[in-house]
């Protein structure tokens, strides 16, 4: 959006909330018409032409995917937060009667604060919650002052909890106002400890209450967030390969379709595909093939010219292997089956060449401080066969060691040299397909999940011969178990597949550092017409910008300021008016900096959009120090006049702004290439100019 009106959108909250930190409350049935004047104004900002452009516009492309994911109950994974902003989404596309049948495919199939909050993005939904958060808590800390334990105190402060939780449910940024509102909570309890006049009982209920309310409460409607979600997305869908076998076989249809009816026990003569729990760089299985590696590689070094292993990311009949128990010569299951236990010692043939899975003391071909991996061919020199491997199951029970399809998650560990069975993530060049090299690694303690695998599909081998057993590989198995993850399981897993997935993060046209953002040297071009010269961006107002910077270079200042001239006994400011500039600076610089500085840590790819929670709080700061110069600077009538004069031609430069910049703010306006050229106001400002 253009943020030519993002004053003016904000500005019934600067009322509401320096209000609050400015009066006590004052039961009243007058109409503030300024506010209600200027909620106007911010609705009919947003609502006006809400439909244009009847195109899909900048990341609309990922989050319509999304909501038609939830059309069609359809699971899936973004890593840019949990679903709650996904869902608020969906709810108002199922509300608007959505179906989900629309191909979200490419912008334009379709300035700051306004664009944002037209536009179907997240950053707007989660400053609302953020705004919520802290106006619910100023109203608290006047209930606390006048009628504590009353209704509206329990109904302010959990109201904060609540709003919290939404913010942390729709993008993990909003972690950083929940910090900020416990660690003002924090110093208020502080506070509240050391007041004589309250019995213990009294502090107790006092800290017990607002433990509740904003710790285990945000905690459960997180977890109703992903409950809900899970719930809803019940399907297969296009992320299920970034999950565990276990998460994907929950799911309707996809590995579900492919793995029901099978054995849940694993026995010797048990035909399986092993897949890496790790998943990194891609999901993968054990996998051989005919070919052998080089006898020479490239930079000189030689191998056995063994059968290649590799892990392959793709389901294919060259991932299935036969549990061999190595003290039989039979590559079927016995009647009744064998269960292979944790500590078992095993062989595992490859079912299409026969061939046992093997490793000895040649170095792998990328990483020479393995050792390689192959399936042992008898060439008939004194290189002897290395195949035998002891079962360790991580993930057991006390009450059960056997090896389980999909539950049990695995190690296998070399008898002879001790080495542990792992994925190096290493891709091998055009000699083995570009596929993953697997390795036998020394040096591997403890749990990673390179080294770990599952059984995903699985069957009982009835067939001894070569040729009945490869035709039984290529045909489905059939056999029923149920294994149904709990809630709790499945969450686990979701929340660390989004913390841990990355999604490639390469530059971007738009993308920026947070110093552009402060002198918005930078901006978005979310839309462009096809045919004429229309134009959509995330593009500040300037003087909502810069005002923002100044109040908290000028707080800051007075805050110096006062705190010196305090500490040498000298207090400009009553009591009641410097706690209440104190908590306006904790709330809204503290705001500010909590929501801006940790992008200085991050290594992502960061845009415009990023800082405008942010920019948010700083804009609150404007009120608060815009009344403070009013009432404690300005000792005279003429003072006062001035400076409300100032105000005035401020707020009217920065509505102009926003009018100028208001053809980039909705897009509905053609403009000719010079009267693009005049709004290039910074020469790092990218507008799009057509050449005819």
């Not at 299985?285 to 892990?311: A, E, F, K």
């Not at 009949?317 to 010692?345: A, T, Y």
């Amino acid at each position: 959006m253009s943020w030519s009106e993002e004053g003016i959108c904000l500005s019934p909250l600067f009322y509401k909330m320096w209000g609050f930190l400015k009066r006590p409350v004052v039961v009243t049935a007058d109409i503030n018409l300024s506010l209600v004047a200027l909620t106007g104004m911010g609705l009919l900002s947003r609502l006006w032409r809400l439909t244009y452009p009847r195109a899909v516009v900048f990341d609309e492309v990922y989050y319509g995917k999304y909501i038609s994911f939830y059309m069609k109950r359809i699971f899936f994974l973004d890593d840019s937060g949990p679903p709650f902003g996904h869902m608020v989404l969906a709810l108002g596309g199922y509300l608007g009667g959505f179906d989900g049948n629309f191909l979200w495919n490419r912008i334009g199939a379709e300035n700051a604060l306004i664009t944002q909050s037209r536009l179907m993005l997240l950053e707007s939904v989660l400053i609302f919650f953020n705004l919520l958060a802290v106006l619910s808590y100023l109203k608290f800390c006047n209930c606390q002052k006048h009628s504590p334990f009353c209704l509206s105190w329990w109904i302010w402060l959990t109201l904060t909890g609540v709003a919290c939780s939404c913010a942390v449910g729709i993008k993990y940024m909003g972690v950083f106002t929940y910090v900020l509102m416990l660690a003002v909570a924090a110093v208020h309890a502080w506070h509240l400890i050391g007041d004589q006049t309250l019995s213990n009982v009294c502090v107790f209920c006092h800290l017990l209450a607002r433990a509740v309310a904003l710790l285990v409460i945000p905690v459960v409607l997180y977890l109703l967030f992903f409950y809900v979600h899970l719930i809803l997305l019940f399907r297969s869908g296009p992320h299920d390969q970034i999950m565990s076998s276990a998460f994907q076989a929950s799911l309707e249809g996809g590995l579900a379709r492919i793995t029901q009816g099978q054995p849940l026990e694993v026995a010797f003569g048990s035909q399986v595909t092993l897949r890496n729990v790790f998943g990194k760089p891609v999901p993968c299985w054990l996998h051989s093939h005919q070919d052998t590696y080089p006898m020479i590689y490239d930079n000189g070094r030689g191998s056995s010219h063994q059968q290649q292993v590799t892990c392959y990311p793709f389901k294919d009949v060259n991932n299935w292997w036969i549990v061999k128990d190595p003290r039989r010569h039979q590559l079927v299951v016995s009647s009744p089956p064998r269960p292979v236990r944790h500590g078992d010692m095993v062989q595992l043939v490859h079912g299409m060449t026969t061939r046992s899975l093997n490793t000895h003391d040649v170095a792998a071909p990328l990483s020479p401080h393995s050792q390689e991996v192959s399936c042992y061919i008898d060439y008939n020199i004194s290189m002897p066969a290395q195949n035998l491997w002891r079962l360790e199951i991580v993930n057991r029970g006390s009450d059960t060691d056997v090896w389980k399809t999909i539950l049990s998650e695995v190690r296998f560990v070399h008898v002879n040299t001790s080495a542990v069975l792992k994925l190096s993530g290493a891709h091998l060049p055009d000699w083995g397909y570009r596929q993953l090299e697997i390795v036998g690694e020394k040096l591997s303690r403890g749990y990673h999940g390179s080294t770990v695998w599952n059984v995903e599909e699985h069957r009982y081998g009835a067939s001894q011969e070569q040729r009945e057993r490869e035709r039984e590989l290529h045909s489905p198995a059939q056999v029923d178990v149920s294994r149904n993850l709990s809630f709790m399981a499945r969450f686990s897993e979701l929340q660390w597949r989004m913390l841990a997935l990355r999604s490639d993060d390469l530059e971007h046209k738009y993308s920026s550092s947070p110093l552009e953002w402060v002198t918005l040297d930078t901006n978005i071009a979310y839309w462009l017409h096809p045919r004429t010269s229309a134009q959509i961006h995330l593009l500040g107002n300037i003087v909502i910008w810069v005002s923002g910077s100044l109040a908290l270079a000028i707080y800051a200042l007075l805050s110096l300021w006062y705190l010196l001239r305090r500490r040498r006994g000298i207090h400009d400011l009553p009591q009641d008016a410097w706690l209440r500039w104190v908590l306006a600076g904790a709330l809204c610089a503290g705001g500010w900096a909590v929501n801006y500085l940790p992008f200085f840590l991050m290594e992502k790819t960061l845009f415009l959009y990023h800082y405008l929670p942010a920019l948010t709080f700083q804009i609150l700061l404007l009120p608060a120090v815009l009344q403070h110069i009013s009432d404690h600077l300005c000792r005279s009538q003429l003072q006062r006049s001035v400076f409300s004069a100032l105000v005035v031609a401020w707020y009217s430069s920065a509505c102009h702004v926003s009018n100028t910049l208001r053809p980039l703010t909705y897009g509905d306006k053609s403009l000719l290439p010079h009267e693009l050229k005049a709004l290039r106001w910074k020469d790092s400002w990218d507008i799009l100019i057509r050449k005819h």
